[in-house]
């Protein structure tokens, strides 16, 4: 299984994620962040399935850019999976005229730009020989964590981001033997655990004690860490010495086998 960390800054210090988009295997993405942006066209047009984690902005922000950029009329179009709060977000406060184009109206008046797919937690879909399957994390608005198991190789990776405290995810993790990779948020320092907990968000110890619920060690890549405070928290993460931590860098492919 590959994993592309899509980076979503420019200029000199180009290697940022502030925006979150991972994605599988050249086909599905995990959130939109940036996915508008991802450079050649040519990568967007393969993207066939879009997966949202929850209706925050980091994670949407790029998704009508998006569907405008792989648009041609016909029958075929990319399917955008979340929560019925996540699609109803969507509509209401993205594809309304206002803020962007109403391509879900426009879709049911012509060739389609969009399919909207509906999630519901520990229900797995399977596309483009994967299975994925959404579980409810602990975060200020409802919002999915995602198992992704390629089919064919039985290889497993988790998606874990904006989160804070949380036990149902690692309940699954324990009970999935292909799990090779795991990406975990940690967005503030330990410093700014009163921000952390009010905005359901983790810190190194937090993080540290997340990992310390999976029943074996697994390589974990730390993603989410706000710009601000990049330096501080990798920092403190590093005191820790947590076995298999790495640092995610955006702008490279993983490969899991």
């Not at 295997?25 to 047009?45: C, F, K, T, Y």
């Not at 697994?218 to 920092?235: G, Y």
Request: hydrophobic share 45%; with cysteine; glycine share 6%.
């Amino acid at each position: 299984m590959k994993v592309h960390i899509v980076p979503s800054s420019v200029g000199e210090s180009s290697r940022h994620q502030i925006l979150a988009t991972f994605i599988v295997n050249d086909s599905v993405a995990i959130d939109a962040g940036v996915l508008g942006l991802l450079s050649p066209l040519e990568a967007q047009r393969r993207v066939r399935h879009v997966f949202l984690s929850h209706s925050h902005l980091d994670h949407l922000a790029t998704l009508p850019i998006f569907i405008d950029n792989v648009y041609v009329p016909g029958p075929d179009c990319p399917s955008v999976w979340g929560s019925p709060q996540v699609l109803e977000t969507l509509q209401r406060d993205f594809f309304n005229d206002r803020l962007w184009p109403d391509m879900i109206r426009l879709s049911g008046e012509g060739f389609p730009f969009l399919r909207l797919e509906t999630l519901s937690a520990e229900q797995p879909v399977e596309v483009e020989g994967l299975r994925i399957t959404p579980i409810e994390l602990e975060h200020v608005v409802p919002a999915f964590g995602f198992l992704v198991e390629e089919l064919a190789t039985k290889v497993a990776v988790l998606f874990v981001s904006d989160t804070g405290p949380t036990e149902r995810i690692w309940e699954v993790a324990n009970q999935t033997p292909g799990l090779q990779g795991i990406f975990l948020e940690a967005s503030f320092p330990n410093s700014m655990r009163w921000l952390a907990d009010k905005a359901a968000h983790l810190t190194p110890e937090l993080f540290r004690d997340e990992l310390a619920k999976l029943k074996r060690p697994v390589p974990t890549h730390v993603i989410h860490v706000k710009l601000a405070f990049e330096a501080q928290i990798f920092d403190e993460l590093r005191a820790l010495q947590l076995p298999n931590l790495v640092v995610a860098e955006p702008g490279t492919t993983l490969k899991f086998v």
